[in-house]
T-cell receptor, first 113, second 113 residues
């Protein structure tokens, strides 16, 4: 079993829809949770970063962490065609430990005009 | 100009050949990483370096070696390439700090025949 599981999709939604992307994990030591966005033929870029449980909002994006269920989510409100990309969750057990990031497989999202 | 650059962007090679992928960064970061990305497997860490004199193996280092020639340069070598090393390779950098974010290069697409 992988430490981090993410539905690879692909996920296709109409413009304006609310998108929910999810990851589950098995290592209860994970405390730092990230979402990266990767456009086609580009490297991933950090979208959201949260520590421990709770919600964090940034514009149309909301990241949720439920450590009791070992489940994290990324919500995109009013989705736009420019949101079409692959979204990767990543997590780490230790602060400032660089190479200890564990990535999910990535979910490919397509937002249709 | 891009902060993290990778050369070459695309490479086709034959089984048994030695090849080198290069990464340079202008972000002034001390930490550098090499990942490979495969469909359905996400990003997996090959090697990472916290400074010029510190090199560490990642999750899948067998068949690879690295060299940190300077703070800004980190090279990945495949000593004797094999077909299952066909993948997308990313270099990333980060600095130690309150929020550790990894900045990725544009990737090198490698095909081993």
């Amino acid at each position: 079993q992988k430490e981090v599981e993410q539905d690879p999709g692909p996920l296709s939604v109409p413009e304006g829809a609310i998108v929910s992307l999810n990851c589950t994990y098995s290592n209860s030591a994970f405390q730092y949770f990230m979402w990266y966005r990767q456009y086609s033929r580009k490297g991933p870029e950090l979208l959201m970063y949260t520590y421990s449980s709770g919600n964090k909002e940034d514009g149309r994006f909301t990241a949720q962490v439920d450590k009791s269920s070992k489940y994290i989510s990324l919500f995109i409100r009013d989705s736009q065609p420019s949101d079409s990309a692959t979204y990767l969750c990543a997590m780490s057990a230790y602060y400032n430990q660089g190479g200890k990031l564990i990535f999910g497989q990535g979910t490919e999202l397509s937002v249709k005009p | 100009d891009a902060d993290v650059t990778q050369t070459p962007r695309n490479r086709i090679t034959k089984t048994g050949k030695r090849i080198m992928l290069e990464c340079s960064q202008t972000k002034g970061h001390d930490r550098m990483y090499w990942y490979r990305q495969d469909p359905g497997l996400g990003l997996r860490l090959i090697y990472y370096s916290f400074d010029v004199k510190d090199i560490n193996k990642g999750e899948i280092s067998d068949g690879y070696s690295v060299s940190r020639q300077a703070q800004a340069k980190f090279s990945l070598s495949l000593e004797s390439a094999i077909p299952n090393q066909t993948a997308l390779y990313f270099c990333a950098t980060s600095s130690s700090g309150l929020q550790e974010t990894q900045y990725f290069g544009p990737g090198t697409r490698l095909l081993v025949l």
